[in-house]
């Protein structure tokens, strides 16, 4: 009679039912209450374990993860997750590419999309850890800008979508330049920057600040129409040559002759303490950077609001051209094993209007060209502070449209190395020596200064206690640094099986 009963669904009321059934007739003479309360043990058991079984199943969403430091990507999460309520993103805001390396290197913990500086992107492509995309992106070109879908390129494939960029404009304080009478808008060449420079100098003002940033030094050679790098369409030869590159030497002519004569601020490193103290001060007085900085700027020194204005760079001619100095792109990494779920984020963050609009609401760039192009965006005169206040930070100027004109005016053709992450490591060990040399021989000059105007010093010798303890080696001038992170740039390359030339 009772062998007929079989357990056929463990999470069906009509298992419990029948099991309790069975249970019940196996039981007389136990006693009423003692059955009655094996019967609710077995049954609370029994519930508690389909609970569980079926909450296991609550989130069926596909789970990816991205590695940014965007801070804007929290918002283009949410706005994501509601259109898209099939995946869920785990975000890691991370930036720089150790852990990146690391992950790929030991082969766990590797996300799934990632944010890349442009110049790192050839490096990760070049070395297949890259998705190419190429064929979802037919007609993307007339979407962004050229300058950054170039960037996203490597042989004709695709390896990215833009997310954002940085067209170099220049930056200055025009209360300060006011001071020695310059109209600041209207620099146009570098020799009108050189003169600017030396007026400023006299009322104590360096016009700029640059302790050997790679990314800066890339970028004015860009900017000069240098073009020192280039890659094979296979990826294996690479050719590398800054020391006869014309627009290499045109830069390094021009900023040791800016550094020698004291008007570059070689001690402070762009957003070190110092370096803010001394901007907040009108003690430098502009920068060249890309068009992400006005929220930089107004985080790291809202005290300057209203003072700040923005030109196109001057260039070696003056005529209207720039390079690119930032930006990045959103990757999909080849070993994720959800890379439909991935790229539909990558284009929702970097292709769809309501992804761009909250990066852009948060202070980035943009680069498509829909946005450059948007009305709203281009009257812009305000800069949004950490409370969600609007500040007229550029004095009521539309900033925007000057920054919108830069993109414009982006050359072509300018390659990164594949291996731009390692080289820029290297140029502060390179041509960093020079930046060093040139800061010491400024601070010997100073010295010297002092004692002949007959002030007190703490070194009264002939010869700078820091000059002495140099090694000759690390004597250099900018000429010789760029000779030395070429020779480097060429055998790492090498080792790391590329053919050089």
Not at 142 to 154: I, K
Not at 158 to 170: E, H, I, Q, T
Not at 477 to 489: C, H, M, N, P
Request: charged letters at 20%.
């Amino acid at each position: 009679m009772y062998a007929g009963f079989r357990v056929t669904d463990v999470h069906s009321n009509a298992y419990v039912c029948t099991y309790v059934f069975v249970w019940e007739h196996q039981t007389e003479g136990i006693g009423l209450k003692l059955v009655k309360r094996l019967i609710a043990i077995c049954c609370a058991a029994i519930m508690a374990v389909s609970a569980a079984a079926c909450g296991a199943n609550v989130d069926s969403r596909t789970e990816i993860t991205v590695w940014s430091w965007e801070p804007s990507m929290k918002q283009v999460i949410a706005s994501f997750e509601k259109e898209n309520p099939d995946i869920h993103v785990i975000w890691k805001n991370t930036s720089g590419y150790d852990n990146l390396n690391n992950a790929i290197q030991d082969g766990y913990g590797i996300p799934d999309v990632v944010q890349l500086e442009y110049y790192a992107l050839r490096q990760y492509a070049v070395s297949g850890q890259l998705v190419a995309i190429t064929g979802r992106t037919e007609g993307y070109g007339d979407f962004y800008t050229p300058g950054t879908w170039a960037s996203v390129q490597l042989n004709g494939r695709v390896y990215g979508l833009p997310m954002d960029s940085g067209p170099m404009a220049f930056f200055y304080n025009d209360s300060v330049f006011e001071q020695v009478g310059i109209d600041a808008s209207k620099i146009r060449t570098w020799d009108d920057y050189y003169e600017a420079a030396k007026k400023l100098k006299s009322i104590g003002v360096y016009i700029a600040a640059d302790s050997g940033d790679a990314s800066f030094y890339d970028t004015m050679i860009w900017l000069a129409g240098g073009r020192p790098f280039s890659t094979s369409n296979d990826g294996k030869n690479v050719t590398i040559n800054l020391t006869d590159d014309e627009g290499t030497r045109t830069f390094t002519e021009f900023w040791q002759k800016m550094i020698d004569e004291g008007l570059v601020a070689t001690n402070l490193t762009t957003w070190s303490d110092g370096w803010k103290e001394a901007v907040g001060e009108g003690k430098i007085a502009s920068m060249f950077s890309g068009a992400w900085l006005p929220s930089l700027l107004m985080s790291n020194l809202p005290g300057t609001a209203g003072l700040w204005r923005v030109a196109q760079m001057p260039t070696p001619d003056g005529s209207y051209t720039t390079s690119e100095n930032g930006g990045s792109a959103l990757a999909v990494l080849q070993r994720s094993r959800k890379p439909e779920a991935s790229y539909r984020f990558i284009e929702y963050a970097c292709h769809n209007a309501e992804g761009i609009k909250a990066r852009v609401d948060g202070g980035a760039f943009p680069a498509d060209n829909i946005t450059l192009s948007d009305r709203e965006f281009l009257r812009k005169t305000t800069v949004t502070d950490e409370r969600g206040i609007e500040i007229p930070y550029f004095g009521g100027q539309e900033y925007n449209r000057v920054l919108s004109q830069a993109a414009e005016n982006v050359s072509t053709g300018y390659q990164y190395l594949p291996f731009e992450v390692y080289a820029r490591s290297d140029f502060r060990t390179t041509v960093g020596k020079a930046y060093k040399w040139s800061s010491r021989l400024r601070k010997e000059q100073d010295r010297l200064n002092i004692i002949a105007a007959g002030g007190k010093v703490s070194d009264k010798s002939a010869i700078g206690d820091a000059l002495k303890e140099t090694d000759s080696a690390d004597r250099l001038k900018l000429k010789s640094g760029i000779a030395l992170w070429q020779k480097d740039l060429k055998e790492y390359g090498a080792n790391q099986g590329f053919t050089i030339q």
